[in-house]
Nanobody, 113 residues
Framework: VQLQASGGGLVRAGGSLRLSCKAS????????MAWYHQAPGKARELVAK??????DYKDSVKGRFTISRDGAQNTVFLQMDSLKEGDTGDYYC?????????WGQGTLVTVSS
């Protein structure tokens, strides 16, 4: 599975962005998919994950971010609302199947005040 992330950009605080992660193969066969955030100078952190129909979020994004998937399009989305300056950074999509993991390239989100 190869993952291609897109949808990043520049947005004002309080605004919204929708990130997409398109898989070259079927995502229906993976165990789960997730989005990670890497702020400038900081480690990559999990912000949202989906295992089957179960979703989980980092506390700081709960109520603002929503992870979803479209199996027909082999795409996973991250809807980001009420964006804050602290949400700035690269966002990476991630999938796993047993011990095998797949990463997409990052897409940059910049939130301005």
């Amino acid at each position: 599975v190869q993952l291609q992330a897109s949808g990043g950009g520049l947005v004002r605080a309080g605004g919204s962005l929708r990130l997409s992660c398109k898989a070259s193969g079927s995502i229906l066969g993976v165990d789960g998919m997730a989005w990670y955030h890497q702020a400038p100078g900081k480690a990559r952190e999990l912000v949202a994950k989906m295992t089957g129909t179960t979703t989980d979020y980092k506390d700081s994004v709960k109520g603002r971010f929503t992870i979803s998937r479209d199996g027909a399009q082999n795409t996973v989305f991250l809807q980001m609302d009420s964006l804050k300056e602290g949400d700035t950074g690269d966002y990476y999509c991630h999938a796993w199947l047993g011990p095998v993991t797949f990463w997409g390239q990052g897409t940059l989100v910049t939130v301005s005040s």
